[in-house]
């Protein structure tokens, strides 16, 4: 089955090739485009399943129609964002249809600290071929930019008869068989029972190993033997053949020429190396050399060493998979490797001569290690540092201890010749102040983890670095590729004050983060924090979180494929409680509909679904569903902290209906208190009718994000109108204050858990129009905390008056910064 894809942003389509990052560039994960965008709605490029989003926001993996596996990376190293700048607009396991958004990037934001803007596509899952309709063109969303078909196995071909064949072939892949074809030819071989060896430079490889296929070096133009013996030889071989032959979606023509080597130190004085990381750090210099476990080289008999090998390698096999964010991949290529025939070929022959599971494991590494960096390939070399961290956890394992890890001193700029991946944690938990390598490379394990955790890291400065001394002072400008090894006195102070002024301005808004948030006139102003789960709650207080201002339920009902039932959804309630210690814990009902379907709950096309089936509308309609979420909220969530709060409510008649249900509810379980029950503001009938629900509804908090393309009749998924949709509007800013002169006529308080409650250049009108409560992403709480303590109810009501007296959303923007 062929799936046509369509462009899922405007903007100009570029080949892989031309995308700077060797990762997607050199194919590593998998064929596909790019597209550098012109808008900032990333849509369903065809009908497919959410796989996943990444924790980060930055991309998100879908499944297509015919089985493959999609990915869209927004950005170049946009990992190290950490979300700020995208808005999901799915979740994972949601199905979704040609054109509708998935996520919402804010270009301008992202282009100032991400590497590139450049989008790549890829196909991730192996036996499928890419075919690009549209390159090096202009496309607008939409359009159709590709095609995605199975890759015919050859197997129909094949006399299956045969128990040996052979063939030779020339290799076409520009950058040879490197580590995304190996892993191909593996997965390939997999349904098939013979033996396949390739033969390249008079060497055989076992084409079932990875490692064994990257230790070859096979490159552009190679001569290779293919030989497979077994009831299915003429297959699997060619099954083999096709694909090299075809090019994996590789290109088939010879690599650029490596660039030649800089000099250590070159002319400017400093040392140039490679990003991994970005960021700027001055320190002493630490050199980390850990040492390796001794081992004994004498085994205590074949048996009793294969059974330790064999257990080592399923403990540390059972820790990877229980691996979780960003180190997931890279646990997933270690478990690889632990798997790898050709390494546990190598360690059981040493081990059939005597020698011990550790003394075995650690040659059959070292060897591989060795023939992979004798092939001088810079992709293959990277690697290496994964054979060696699987080396040293089996070796932990096997002899109970591991290797003392020297403890830099905090602040340190640490130097390494390389770094591994089980190294970083302990490292970073030392707080050094940045890393630089003599080799590796960006794409290396420990590179992807310095990215997540954002500290700075430079790869491949060249064994220069190593001559550098133990406390020698050193600037490490990451953005800029440079170790300075002799800053002068000048360079030194103001790079200290550059930083010191950024970790006293972040430490200062940390440690005041806790205290309750008073304005400098003495007006009190909540700040809760917008929640998904229970694992979001402890981490929000720990940053200044005085509560939770929307717990979205919605976490509970997806990725599953029956509704979960109320002792589920009460324990997962009262967790979200207690990592609030005590806190209020304001829980939306479930807001669902024909825009956020799940699979077990019948959803009928809707036209437009924003304007559907959604929110009280749908739980309104299903009754008992509303009726049992009540029950699980009241018996989880204590009585002091519950309050319970409906979305997208429109009149009076809504709330009504559901306060009935939730009476019934309070009866059933025993409870005469009344509980809170609130609305959410998201339609700018609920705006206008403010004085009307604050009659019955106990509080209101302002949706920002829908009553603000409602108001401006502009959708955020549409890029025609998308910039249209500022929360700062006068038309929004108008309703807000209705909203919140309502609340004041019946003494409501209103909240705003939209998005603009996180901006803290935002927070001044707000305040200014009536709101008393802001509820923010966790991260956000700290500086925002800092923002409105140094304001007044004053000066915030002068500030809102004169944003209600503007125009037009740039008006209001212009004020906030000549105000700020």
């Known amino acids: 089955m062929i799936v046509q ?45 959410v796989i996943a989003i990444a924790p980060t926001l930055h991309s998100i993996s879908l499944r297509l129609a015919n089985g493959a596996e999609l990915l869209i990376h927004v950005g170049l190293e946009t990992v190290a964002l950490a979300g700020d700048g995208f808005a999901a607009q799915v979740r994972d396991g949601e199905t979704v249809t040609l054109g509708q958004p998935l996520l919402l990037v804010d270009l301008d934001s992202v282009a100032l600290r991400a590497k590139s803007l450049i989008t790549p596509m890829t196909v991730t899952s192996d036996g499928y071929a890419v075919t690009v309709l549209a390159i090096d063109a202009r496309v607008t969303a939409g359009d159709p930019i590709a095609e995605v078909s199975p890759v015919a196995d050859g197997a129909a071909t094949a006399d299956l008869g045969e128990d040996t064949a052979h063939c030779t072939i020339r290799v076409p892949l520009a950058n040879g068989i490197h580590a995304r074809p190996a892993a191909r030819i593996v997965a390939a071989l997999k349904p098939f029972i013979a033996e396949v060896t390739i033969v390249a430079h008079n060497r055989p490889a076992n084409a079932r190993s990875i490692v064994a296929l990257l230790s070859a070096g096979i490159r552009h133009d190679d001569e290779i033997a293919i030989g497979a013996r077994g009831p299915d030889a003429r297959a699997a071989i060619a099954t083999v053949a096709k694909m090299i032959e075809e090019g994996m979606g590789e290109e088939a023509h010879a690599p650029a020429p490596a660039p030649a080597p800089t000099a250590a130190i070159s002319g400017d004085g400093l040392i140039h190396a490679v990003r991994a990381a970005p960021g700027l750090a001055i320190g002493p210099i630490f050199r980390f050399s850990p040492g390796d476990v001794a081992v004994a080289e004498q085994g205590a008999g074949i048996a009793a060493e294969t059974t330790a090998l064999d257990a080592a390698r399923a403990t540390l096999l059972a820790a990877a998979g229980g691996t979780a964010g960003a180190g997931a991949d890279i646990a997933a290529a270690h478990r690889a490797l632990i798997e790898d025939p050709e390494l546990l070929g190598a360690a059981q022959a040493l081990i059939a001569q005597g020698r011990s599971a550790a003394f075995a494991w650690r040659g059959a590494i070292r060897g591989h290690a060795e023939a992979i960096r004798a092939t001088g390939d810079r992709l293959l070399i990277e690697r290496i540092a994964d054979l060696k961290d699987i080396e040293r956890q089996v070796i932990a394992l096997l002899t109970g201890s591991e290797a003392t890890l020297p403890v830099p001193p905090r602040g340190a700029i640490l130097i390494a010749d390389e770094l591994l991946p089980s190294h970083f944690a302990s490292l970073a938990d030392a707080g050094i102040a940045g890393i630089c390598t003599a080799f590796g490379g960006p794409t290396a394990h420990a590179s992807i ?81 917008n929640l998904a789960n229970a694992a979001e709650a402890a981490h929000a207080v720990t940053l200044g979180a005085e509560g939770c201002g929307l717990l979205r339920t919605e976490f509970l009902f997806l ?48 036209e437009n679904p924003a304007l559907g089936n959604r929110g009280i509308r749908f739980s309104l309609a299903r009754p008992d569903l509303l009726a049992l979420q009540f029950r699980a909220i009241l018996a989880g969530v204590p009585a002091a902290q519950c309050r319970i709060m409906l979305p997208m409510i429109v009149d009076a008649g809504e709330l009504a209906a559901a306060r009935t249900i939730l009476d019934e509810a309070r009866a059933a379980l025993g409870i005469d208190a009344p509980v809170p029950l609130g609305v959410m503001v998201e339609t700018p009938a609920a705006a206008m009718l403010a004085a009307s629900l604050a009659r019955e509804a106990d509080f209101l908090s302002i949706g920002s994000n829908d009553l603000t393309q409602y108001a401006l009749a502009a959708d955020r998924g549409n890029p025609a109108v998308a910039a249209k949709v500022d929360a700062l509007h006068p038309a929004v800013l108008h309703l807000i204050a209705r909203a919140a002169e309502g609340g004041r006529t019946h003494g409501r308080w209103l909240g705003v858990c939209g998005g603009i409650a996180s901006d803290p250049l935002a927070a001044p009108i707000l305040i200014g129009l009536g709101v008393t409560e802001l509820s923010a992403t966790p991260t956000a709480i700290p500086a925002l905390k800092a923002v409105v303590r140094q304001l007044t109810l004053a000066e915030c009501r002068t500030l809102a008056d004169r944003a209600l007296a503007a125009s037009t959303a740039a008006e209001v923007h212009s004020l906030l910064q000549r105000t700020a």
């Open 559 to 606: 990725d599953r494929d029956t509704a979960p039932d109320e002792a589920e959804q009460r324990v997962a309630y009262a967790a979200v409680a207690a990592g609030l210690d005590g806190r209020p814990l304001i829980v939306r009902t479930l807001d669902i509909g024909g825009d956020k379907p799940v699979a077990y709950l019948p959803f009928p096309h809707e």
């Open 5 to 49: 894809l369509h462009a899922p942003m405007t903007g100009w389509a570029l080949p892989l090739d031309q995308v700077p990052d060797p990762v997607f560039a050199d194919r590593m994960m998998g064929d596909g485009f790019a597209i550098d965008p012109l808008d900032g709605v990333v849509r369903a490029p065809c009908d497919a399943t």
């Open 449 to 529: 983890l310095a990215a997540s955790a954002g500290l700075p890291m430079l790869v491949a400065a060249g064994p220069a670095i190593l001559e550098l001394s133990d406390g020698q002072q050193v600037v490490l400008d990451a953005d800029r590729g440079t170790l300075d090894p002799a800053p002068d006195t000048a360079m030194i102070d103001m790079i200290t004050a550059r930083l010191a002024q950024r970790t006293d301005r972040i430490a200062a808004e940390a440690a005041a983060a806790l205290d309750p948030c008073v304005m400098a006139d003495g007006t009190r102003i909540e700040i809760f924090a």
